[in-house]
């Protein structure tokens, strides 16, 4: 492979001259992680690219980002919008939505007669989120409101009949089930005649939706607004947004103050990340805008949890995912599962900071859980890695179920396969979660499980699954899960690294750093780019953070010249971290992501390192 250099200092590969050569970057074929280094998309290992090129001219960003966008999928006319993403440029029509003119005008119907409404919502954040801005909306308006959200372990997952009941025996004449409903239509139908049921959900239904007032749902199959890309919170919001609109209609607002529907974006950003949504089309638009709103901390709960975790600005996805996710999503996976709920529907800031506090204490008591579960499952796993299982299904007595789901992550990162991990329940049932790697469709696997009896409930979408069985039938399903799966013991033992460009370190700069930030929000759907740097040598390297679980490195080029600053997160757990400590180590290539960071009024580019490699 040769190295061609582009207007603006940045290396990319040129086309190899072997075609045996493929799309490997700078000849890692086996990095110190074990990986195999590739271009994401073969158009980006064309340096001359002339989508690209126009796209840098016409956008104002440099060649290599200009290479990235093309490699979306984006051009000239597609690119402006992409990284200036508005409501007003990408908001449907509620109304392209099946069934959304029927539950906004029944919502729009409990607002002019005050009647009491009851909320029905889910454990998660996007649960979390969706109940939140139902119930926030329609406190506004004027609706007495109650919620409900179903405890994990003694209720499961969506409606049950003794907690529709309590709610309607308490006053309601109107029950929107939000993420949660679409397969609950025997549950729903005891409601019949009692009380109008509104369904909004974006869970795959496997048949018709349930025989309720209103199923708004974009993953219904009779469902054509092409939005299935929405999370439950996105669906509310359109429904908050038609709703307003059938009031407006009615002259509800003649007199009275319309409520704003943008101050609702920062929960409605938050669920998208954590429920990783494709950050695409409408989506992108509303993460992007719905971090505006969060860096305004208007919302007493969220500013609380934020103060907690010790979140910094500028607010990012990252933020939502991986600081304030885990903690609202905390309460429903080990305590209490309304928590999160509460906080953000929380209008007192000492009662904010005091559920904030709670919620951060139950995620630590989580990730003590998760850790002890995992470093038993990690032994399970490669031990059925070995024997060559195409899926990895691991159960224990005494693990939680609120955290196996996290458990089955981290151990699909690290073999690169299919898992299934259950906890083995008193009553001799196991219950658990499952995670799948690209291109094996693991939802329909244990629906199929399922469906033949294997499973006594199952459902999921392609990369997520839950299920439960008997304790005695998991050999079975193991058994099912590798024929039906078994393309999957044919995988690499780590998953490639997708490289969409290569700087050397002088042109690891401020300037391309805030350049590739542009392209943020960055989740599924718009991987945050990752970039090589070659023949790199460490100067420096000294652990830090609170435990010295973070390693931080100098590096320069092989001949000296700039140094730039990198990390390496979980530095125990990486086996690139001996050879990054050892000064006498020969050159390395580095794989991770360029940022402009902010501190003290200084901006410098940082280098996140997700993988190293031996330079040959």
Known sequence: ??????????????????????????????????????????????????????IAQQAGV?????????????????????????????????????????????????????????????????????????????????????????????????????????????????????????????????????????????????????????????????????QRGLCAAGVAFLTAVATIRALRRAGWFAGRPEPDLMAFLDIVALATVCDVMPLTGLNRALVTQ????????????????????????????????????????????????????????????????????????????????????LDRAMEEAAAQRAAGHAVLVLSGRDWHPGVVGIVAGRIKERFNRPVLVGAELEDGTVKGSGRSVADIDLGAAIIAARQMGLLTTGGGHAMAAGFSLPGDGVPALHDFLNERLRDAAALPDAVDVLIEGVVHVAGATVALATDIGRMAPFGAGNDEPVLAIPRVRVVRADRIGREGSTLRVLVEGEGGGPRLKALLFRADEHPATAMLEDRNAPPLHLAGWLRAESWNGRIDASFFIRDAAVAT
């Open 1 to 54: 492979m040769s190295l061609a250099t582009m207007a603006d200092g940045t290396l990319m590969d040129a086309a190899p001259s072997d075609p045996a050569e493929g799309a490997v970057v700078l000849g890692v074929r086996s990095s110190l992680g074990g990986r195999r280094w590739l271009w994401r998309d073969s158009r980006l290992a064309d340096a001359g690219g002339r989508i690209g090129l126009m």
């Open 62 to 226: 440099s060649e290599l980002v200009g290479q990235m966008l093309a490699a979306r999928g984006l051009d000239g006319n597609t690119a402006a919008t992409f990284l200036d993403p508005t409501l007003r440029a990408l908001m449907p029509d509620p109304s392209a939505l099946q069934d959304m003119d029927v539950a906004a005008d029944r919502l729009a119907e409990a607002v002019r007669r005050g009647e009491t409404v009851a909320v029905f919502g889910d454990y998660d954040v996007d649960g979390a989120c969706a109940a939140a801005l139902v119930t926030g909306l329609l406190r506004q308006l004027g609706c007495p409101v109650m919620t409900h959200v179903p405890d994990r372990m003694t209720e499961g997952y969506g409606p049950n009949a003794p907690a529709l009941d309590a709610l309607v025996a308490r006053g309601a004449t109107l029950v929107v089930c939000v993420d949660c409903g679409t397969a609950a239509g025997d549950v729903l139908a005891t409601l019949a005649g009692r009380a109008d049921i509104v369904v909004l959900d974006h869970h795959k239904a496997e048949g018709p939706p349930p025989s309720v007032l209103a199923t708004v749902n974009p993953n219904r199959p009779d469902c054509m607004s092409g």
């Open 290 to 373: 719905g971090l505006k709103i969060l860096a305004r901390r208007r919302r007493l709960g969220l500013d609380a949890l934020m103060e907690v975790a010790g979140a910094r600005d500028p607010l990012s996805a990252f933020t939502c995912g991986f600081a304030l996710g885990p903690r609202i999503n905390a309460g429903g996976r080990i305590a209490e599962s309304g928590l999160g709920l509460e906080l953000l529907l929380c209008d007192d800031a000492a009662e904010a900071r005091r559920l904030a506090e709670r919620l951060d204490a139950v995620n630590r008591r989580r990730q003590t859980v998760e850790s002890t579960i």
